[in-house]
């Protein structure tokens, strides 16, 4: 910006230009008062030379001997400073001629009067008077002439101060209090957070360079501000977002922790968590201890072919043990965090609900481990003494009371003792199964390896049901018909190889079949009222089926057991 020059010097010379009219006025008053001093004493002096001159009239005419000392008086008043000043340079020229000329015509006036001449004295007295009027009239005039002269400077000098005073205060209001007024304006606007103003351009160093500081500190300001604004936005869209993954993620606790844990809780959860983050295919792969896995997928379903696609995932363990992972294809980046502290969650989930199926099985085991010790304690104990006593009965019976009807009463009777003490002892066998692992599958295997050892046959197991099918109060039922299915048939089918087969048929209903190679369903008749297979049907009833026995083709029997899932089968 184009500047003229500094502000401070401009009001200087101003100023000084103020005190130099001002001193130049007071000196031109001084010294023209000066010239003034002695005006009226001159003029007072030339006032008493006409007395003098008639006075001296006076004394010619009476001889007086006082005459010489009047001429003497006389010429000290012609001769004194109040009238030699009219022959100073400042003078007019008139009034120094004037003077002169008074003083040559008293040169005659005083001839006149040393010869005692009264009559020539008094013909030119008139004239020597008038010539003395004329010069105080010029002295008169010289002194009004110097008055007017002061007059006129002053009021000059004052016209000039008030001009200089007028152009200074409009210069001062434009050039410097308007300027100084938008800069306060300004700085006012700016002290509103309004950092956006332009500074007025003005035509001096001191005002430019405030006004470029003011500008460059709202500049900065401005800066500073956006800068704050854009960390406050970034710490607000943050903590926003924060908050909604924390609500997500405590929504998404209370969802899986509110009632039991099945995969359409799951599945929900990992639709939300889709949906939340915008996420293109998303999946929840489940790993069992027997090595088979569990897919969950999200509404979109899974890629069927992700060669070109990389996938990010996210694996759910607690502290060593993997329990599976999540599976993510997203185009954009992804909230790691988010997805960790996700994965956490269905980690500690999945392993309480875990924990919770186990600590119901073993409830379930214990409570039937004291039913089993009850029995046997009890009736197990009454059942020995019977067949005991029996047998004391037949060896204390005589020989004269035996008849045909009492052995056959008596055989009866050890047979019926023996059988219930049978029945008991497997009911026993059964109550006493256990479930380590919330995983029947191991459980079914378990169960086998002890029949596999008290036989020869064959017992293979196909087992492809998934283990969110079943709850754990549904496992014990299903161990333990297969057991009492197994174990019959290995009793009275005589069988070479037994088949277990578990698996979800195409109408979405488990099917558990145990098929043998044995001699048929004939041994079933003579075992239609045996304890096991009542059994069978009740525990059947309970899990909502039905069991079924039917002919193979080409020999044995298949016991069937059918009944819906705990819950509906996985998509994936």
């Known amino acids: 910006m184009f500047t003229r020059g500094s502000l401070t010097s401009t009001i200087l010379g101003l100023m000084l230009l103020l005190i130099l009219l001002s001193s130049s006025l007071a000196v031109f008053s001084i010294v023209n008062l000066t010239f003034s001093l002695d005006d009226a004493k001159g003029i007072n002096a030339s006032g008493s030379m006409r007395m003098q001159s008639y006075r001296l009239l006076l004394f010619t005419n009476a001889g007086s001997i006082n005459t010489n000392e009047k001429i003497i008086e006389f010429e000290n008043t012609l001769n004194s400073s109040a009238l030699k000043r009219t022959l100073a340079w400042y003078s007019p020229q008139e009034l120094s001629d004037q003077y002169l000329l008074v003083i040559d015509k008293w040169q005659v006036m005083k001839t006149y009067v040393e010869e005692g001449n009264a009559r020539l ?52 209001r434009k050039r410097v209090v308007k300027p100084l007024q938008l800069l306060m304006d300004s700085a006012a606007t700016i002290s509103k957070g309004n950092f956006k103003v332009k ?118 363990t607690i502290e060593v043990t993997q329990l599976g992972y999540l599976d993510v294809i997203c185009s954009k980046p992804l909230n790691r965090q988010l997805f960790h502290n996700f994965a956490m969650m269905l980690s ?25 010790r009850e029995l046997h304690d009890s009736i197990g104990q009454v059942l ?3 067949k005991i006593q029996v047998s004391l009965l037949r060896k204390s019976l005589d020989l004269n009371c035996r008849s045909p009807e009492v052995e056959e009463q008596l055989i009866e009777i050890n047979e019926g003792v023996s059988t219930a003490y049978v029945q008991l002892r497997e009911l026993l066998s059964t109550f006493r199964l256990t479930i380590k692992e919330p995983n029947l599958s191991q459980a079914i295997e378990v169960m086998l390896d002890q029949l596999r050892q008290q036989s020869d046959v064959d017992i293979k197991l196909n087992y492809k049901l998934s283990a969110h099918l079943l709850e754990a109060k549904q496992h014990i039922h299903i161990l333990q018909l297969i057991r009492e299915a197994t174990l019959n048939a290995i009793k009275h089918a005589k069988p070479t190889h037994i088949m277990i087969d578990c698996q979800l048929t195409t109408n979405n ?45 080409h020999g044995g029997t298949t016991v069937t057991l059918s009944f819906p899932p705990q819950q509906e089968p996985l998509n994936g």
């Open 121 to 172: 004295y008094s013909a030119a007295l008139k004239d020597f008077v008038d010539t003395i009027d004329t010069l105080v009239l010029k002295m008169e005039l010289f002194a009004a002439f110097k008055l007017k002269l002061l007059v006129i400077g002053q009021i000059v000098g004052l016209v000039i101060l008030l001009c200089i005073a007028f152009i200074a205060v409009i210069f001062t």
């Open 199 to 316: 500074m007025p351009k003005t035509d001096y160093i001191e005002l430019t360079a405030l006004g470029n500081a003011l500008q460059k500190t709202a500049a900065e300001l401005a800066n500073l501000y956006e800068d704050l604004e854009g960390q406050v936005n970034e710490k607000t869209v943050a903590l926003t977002r924060a908050n909604n993954e924390l609500s997500f993620l405590y929504d998404n606790l209370v969802m899986l922790h509110a009632d039991k844990l099945d995969y359409k809780a799951l599945q929900s959860a990992i639709n939300q968590l889709k949906d939340f983050e915008g996420l293109d295919y998303l999946r929840l792969v489940i790993k069992h201890e027997d090595g088979t896995n569990d897919v969950i997928n999200a509404l979109g379903g899974w890629p069927k072919s992700t060669t070109r696609i990389d996938s990010v995932q996210f694996p759910l």
């Open 348 to 372: 500690r989930s999945i392993t309480i609900h875990n924990a919770t199926e186990q600590r119901q099985q073993l409830a379930l085991m214990e409570e039937r481990a004291v039913i089993a």
């Open 384 to 386: 020995s003494f019977l």
């Open 509 to 553: 209903m488990i099917t558990i079949a145990i098929c043998d190679d044995g001699i048929g369903v004939s041994h079933l008749q003579e075992r239609d009222q045996h304890f096991g297979i009542g059994i069978m049907h009740e525990r059947a009833n309970k899990l909502d089926g039905i069991v079924s026995f039917n002919s193979n083709q």
